[in-house]
C-alpha cells in the first residue's frame, strides 16, 4: 500500500505565500511523477503543476511563475510553494503520485486533500 499525506494547508491574504508538501509511504514502488491538483468547489479538479523523477517540470497556465514544484531530498517527497497568492487559488490541493512496480505501473495514488483559501 502507499499512503500520501498532505500538509501545509491553511489561510492567505492575497499576494501572501503557502508551502504544500506531501510524503509518500508505504510499498516498495519507483515513482514516475508527483504532482499537485486542486478542486474548487462546483469545479473540476485540475491540475496544478507535476514533477517527474529527472526533475522535469510542468505547470498549469494560472499558476506559471507563481508556484514552484520541487521534490524532496528523500524522493519520497513533493513540495508546492505558493507565492503571489490570489483568491481563485482557493481549492482542496491534492497530492497525485504514478509509481511503477516491477515492470507493471502502479498507482496513480491520491493523497486526502489539504484546504487553500485565499482572502481578498
Known amino acids: 500500500q502507499v499512503q500520501l499525506v498532505e500538509s501545509g494547508g491553511g489561510l492567505a491574504q492575497a499576494g501572501g505565500s503557502l508551502r504544500l508538501s506531501c510524503a509518500a509511504s508505504g510499498s516498495i514502488f519507483t515513482i514516475n511523477t508527483m504532482g499537485w491538483y486542486r478542486q474548487a468547489p462546483g469545479k473540476q479538479r485540475e491540475l496544478v503543476a507535476h514533477i517527474t523523477s529527472s526533475g522535469g517540470t510542468n505547470y498549469a497556465d494560472s499558476v506559471k511563475g507563481r508556484f514552484t514544484i520541487s521534490r524532496g531530498n528523500a524522493k519520497n517527497t513533493v513540495y508546492l510553494q505558493m507565492n503571489s497568492l490570489k483568491p481563485a487559488d482557493t481549492a482542496v490541493y491534492y497530492c497525485?503520485?504514478?509509481?511503477?512496480?516491477?515492470?507493471?505501473?502502479?498507482?496513480?495514488?491520491w493523497g486526502q486533500g489539504t484546504q487553500v483559501t485565499v482572502s481578498s
Open positions: 497525485n503520485l504514478g509509481a511503477w512496480r516491477g515492470y507493471y505501473p502502479a498507482g496513480p495514488y
